[in-house]
């Protein structure tokens, strides 16, 4: 079974313009979830999706962050205009609830996408 | 706000010794992680503690967890070059208790280890 898979593994760009993000969480699985980690600092949540509806955006950076997830399925998460403080990797996670509608089972990490804003 | 310390940060030791990493975390949680990361791979779950003096072992790590204390430890025995990656706890933070749906993940920074010949 495919885990999780997100793309690109690298980009490279320079401030002021836009990456798009994408996770292809494991198939069937309802929580989708996005974390940072910039260099030298920890692994931060950014937010966490149940099928396609926003749960907690509260690690949301500012509003250059966007994170979309189409019909509960892959997501999306764009950054608009990009700044160097933005340079980190970002990884995503899926997860199964325990139970339908209940706290969420184990989670699965892609390698995640590293990103360089130059 | 849930705070989770770890250290150390840096640890390099010599196979066949033994050694301990240190999680503590500021508010009270019922879940604890430990991970595994290799360079530029995903984070691979080893651990998942879910009660106070919970202890699971498996080869030469074993982890455990104080809820009372708000600490966790991953203890390494008899060190191999294998071990060598980034380990992670993490403390996990929900809010299906009270009726919310979100739930999400506090790391600690790491501890890098590097086991050498």
């Known amino acids: 079974e495919a885990g999780v898979t997100q793309f690109p593994s690298h980009s490279v760009i320079e401030k002021g313009q836009t990456v798009t993000l994408r996770c292809d969480p494991i198939?069937?699985?309802?929580?989708l979830y996005w974390y940072r980690r910039v260099m030298g600092k920890e692994i931060k949540f950014l937010l966490h999706?149940?099928?396609?509806?926003?749960?907690?955006e509260s690690g949301m950076p500012n509003n250059r962050f966007l994170a979309e997830r189409t019909g509960g399925t892959y997501s999306t998460l764009k950054v608009q205009p990009a700044e160097l403080e933005d340079s980190g990797v970002y990884f995503c996670?899926?997860?199964?609830?325990?139970?339908?509608?209940?706290?969420?089972?184990?989670?699965?990490f892609g390698e995640g996408s590293r990103l360089t804003v130059l | 706000e849930l705070k989770v310390e770890q250290n150390p940060l840096f640890l390099s030791m010599q196979e066949g010794k033994n050694y301990t990493i240190y999680c503590n975390y500021s508010?009270?949680?019922?879940?604890l992680y430990w991970y595994r990361q290799d360079p530029g791979k995903s984070l691979e779950s080893l651990f998942v503690?879910?009660?106070?003096?919970a202890v699971k072992q498996e080869g030469r790590l074993m982890a455990s967890l104080d809820t009372k204390a708000r600490l966790s430890t991953l203890h390494i025995t008899a060190a191999v070059h294998d071990l060598s990656a980034t380990y992670f706890c993490?403390?996990?933070?929900?809010?299906?208790?009270?009726?919310?749906?979100?739930?999400?993940?506090?790391f600690g920074k790491g501890t890098h280890l590097i086991i050498q010949p």
């Open positions: 996670a899926s997860s199964q609830p325990l139970l339908a509608g209940g706290r969420t089972g184990e989670l699965f």
């Open positions: 198939s069937g699985h309802d929580n």
């Open positions: 999706f149940v099928k396609e509806s926003k749960q907690d």
């Open positions: 508010t009270t949680s019922d879940r």
């Open positions: 503690l879910l009660s106070n003096g």
């Open positions: 993490a403390v996990e933070w929900s809010g299906w208790y009270s009726g919310g749906g979100a739930d999400g993940l506090t």
